[in-house]
């Protein structure tokens, strides 16, 4: 048996009139949202980086390019099985999650559970086996101006030989 660690990081810039998504849950109430090509998850698009640093299978871009329509607003949830689904074609699977959102504002705390449900669902793990913790900047650069969120993820995937 081979197992492999992968690290992914993204960040996104908020917007106004956009839903704020987050490990495929949608914040309710929330005054902006994130601005991308596709649903702009964050959170999601770290663990889609982790999950193909792991498989050795290069990085979200290369995957869903973000100068193809057919990403555009892209829900990041079903990019995540189809990411999923190249690893398994490689004899991958997905062990364990474990990501960080970095954020100042809004408290993200209470959806905690609702991302872990939905992310293990999409990925084939118990909830217990995806991880998501949140920080603050403390106020300081681009997190702390409350000009975007960030997030960092490691995943761990294993395969026989
Ligand atoms: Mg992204």
């Keep these: 048996m081979s197992s492999r660690s992968g690290i992914g990081y993204d960040s996104h810039r908020f917007a106004e009139g956009r839903p ?7 914040i ?3 005054e902006r949202g994130l601005t991308g090509h596709s649903d702009a998850d964050v959170l999601t698009h770290a663990l889609i ?8 299978l290069g990085d ?17 949830l079903a990019l995540l099985g189809e990411v999923c689904g190249f690893l398994s074609e490689h004899g991958w699977a997905v062990v364990h999650l474990d990501a960080t959102v970095i954020c100042d504002a809004p408290k993200l705390a209470p ?6 449900s939905k992310l293990a669902a999409v990925v084939g793990l118990q909830p217990l086996e995806v ?3 949140f920080t603050t900047n403390e106020g300081l650069g681009f997190i702390g101006r409350e000009e975007g969120m960030a997030a960092l993820a490691i995943a761990t995937v294993d395969r026989d030989g």
Excluded: C, W
């Design 20 to 26: 704020l998504i987050l490990g495929g849950v949608e």
């Design 28 to 30: 309710p109430n929330a």
């Design 49 to 56: 980086d982790a999950l193909l640093g792991a498989a050795g």
């Design 60 to 76: 979200i871009g290369q995957h869903f390019p973000d100068t193809d329509e057919r990403y555009r607003d892209a829900d990041s």
């Design 111 to 116: 959806h905690r559970d609702e991302m872990r």
């Design 131 to 133: 991880n998501v913790k």
